[in-house]
């Protein structure tokens, strides 16, 4: 099938070009600047007014499958994900069974070769027992080793320091962590306790899980990549201490989330548990400083977290309430606010989200707008406000932050490996994406 998209404002490498896209069944064929090809095609896109980017690749979802289906699923968040703008996508290990082993790996592909509508890989979780498996591991087919360097959901903690050293030394993949010192966490909960009862408002989670527990864990997780000359990519910071950090190394690299980007801590007197997640977001400073640091290349990836609960269990507090929250089918609408308020250029958003996940990860033909690649492509429009309703939601947890919000860009439609996934509201479920390819 041959696909024309015409009269788009094309963003990528950097610039912005008025032109035209030619698919050749799941390829890229051409693109052709301004004028339009003389030639037939089997569906015609008009683009008009209209800008067309790279497909989102988001480098950090939790989809909850296997084993946490009753709050999501492959199916429910890859539906989600394509309402977004978002056609590849990096799953977490923390399912039920963990992906700590290889077999556990092979049964998540297996799923997502039947039920995933864009594309998709998985991370293999490291424990303290692991570091054996990594031998086994394809490199080709996975992004990464996921590293729980503080207590978070799944009980997934690596705490024991040789266990870490021999990871950093031995790990061929990048290693993608979550930094936060357990004990500060353990220690700042016990005295929150103390002080407040059983279970601490959620506002107080900010001091709890701590910029002292992210920053010392983030340093740990530094000096061992430097040490072992290790590919280390450093999950949601959220501090604006965590960045001081980070110098221009080529192996080591830091993601932002979208909630710790568009949501401050004083948020929690409105949404209340429904923005907790781990880390906290943090001040409104620390907000500044990340929305700076995207700007300026100090951090090179902006993913999600996605991290869908029930809301039955975002009842509570502190101690009660689950983390996480579900962004993915939002997550390009509201980075795309950022460029309104001239925190980010369009270009740079495209670098954050599409180009750089792509070239960190070396994910082959993917990311960018070039001949030759998959054709895995959005089409975004401005000026088009609408408001979050429930019935908008796709993710099967059936609520978002987002919820009541008004966006002024709308995601049109979302082609998937030359096929037309999402358009007028609609995903197309019949569809089904690929396994990623790497390096």
Not at 122 to 127: D, E, K, L, N, S
Not at 218 to 238: E, P
Not at 245 to 250: C, S
Request: hydrophobic content about 40%; charged content about 25%; glycine content about 8%.
């Amino acid at each position: 099938m041959r696909t024309l998209i015409k009269n788009a404002t094309i963003v990528n490498d950097g610039k912005q070009f008025a032109g035209s896209i030619i698919i050749d069944g799941d390829i890229i064929a051409d693109i052709v600047a301004a004028e339009q090809p003389d030639a037939s095609f089997d569906k015609v896109i008009d683009a008009s007014g209209c800008y067309v980017l790279p497909g989102v690749i988001d480098d950090h979802v939790h989809f909850r499958e296997p084993g946490l289906t009753a709050k999501a699923d492959i199916d429910s968040e890859s539906c989600a994900a394509a309402a977004g703008g978002v056609t590849s996508y990096f799953d977490m290990p923390n399912t039920n069974p963990q992906t700590t082993t290889v077999e556990a790996l092979e049964e998540k592909f297996e799923i997502a070769s039947r039920k995933s509508h864009v594309n998709y890989s998985f991370f293999f979780g490291a424990t303290n027992e692991n570091v054996g498996s990594f031998g086994k591991l394809d490199v080709h087919r996975i992004p990464g080793i996921k590293l729980f360097m503080g207590s978070s959901t799944g009980n997934m903690l690596v705490d024991k320091s040789n266990t870490l050293e021999q990871i950093f030394k031995n790990a061929e993949l990048p290693i993608m962590t979550h930094c936060e010192s357990t004990e500060i966490i353990n220690r700042n909960m016990a005295e929150a306790k103390a002080e407040y009862g059983d279970d601490p408002d959620v506002s107080m989670h900010m001091k709890i899980r701590s910029e002292e527990a992210c920053v010392e864990s983030t340093r740990l997780a530094v000096d061992l990549a430097r040490k072992y000359n290790a590919r280390l990519h450093v999950a949601h910071i959220s501090t604006a201490r965590e960045l001081e950090l980070f110098e221009n190394e080529d192996n080591i690299s830091a993601e932002a989330t979208v909630g710790h980007l568009f949501f401050s801590n004083a948020d929690h007197q409105t949404l209340g548990a429904r923005i907790k997640i781990n880390p906290a977001i943090k001040t409104t400073e620390d907000r500044s400083a990340l929305r700076r640091a995207i700007a300026d290349g100090r951090i090179s990836v902006v993913g999600t977290d996605h991290a869908p609960h029930l809301l039955s269990e975002k009842q509570g507090g502190c101690a009660k309430a689950t983390s996480g929250m579900p962004m993915i089918q939002f997550s390009l609408v509201t980075m795309l606010e950022l460029v309104d308020e001239g925190v980010i250029s369009l270009e740079r958003l495209v670098e954050l989200m599409c180009h750089n996940p792509a070239m960190l990860f070396e994910v082959r033909r993917r990311g960018f707008i070039r001949k030759g690649y998959k054709a895995d492509l959005v089409i975004v429009r401005s000026g088009c406000p609408w408001t979050v309703t429930a019935d908008t939601i796709i993710s099967k947890c059936g609520w978002s932050p987002m919820e009541g919000h008004t966006y002024n860009w709308k995601v049109e439609t979302t082609v998937c490996n030359g096929h037309i996934v999402y358009e007028n509201g609609c995903v197309d479920k019949l569809y089904i994406g690929e396994p990623i390819e790497f390096r």
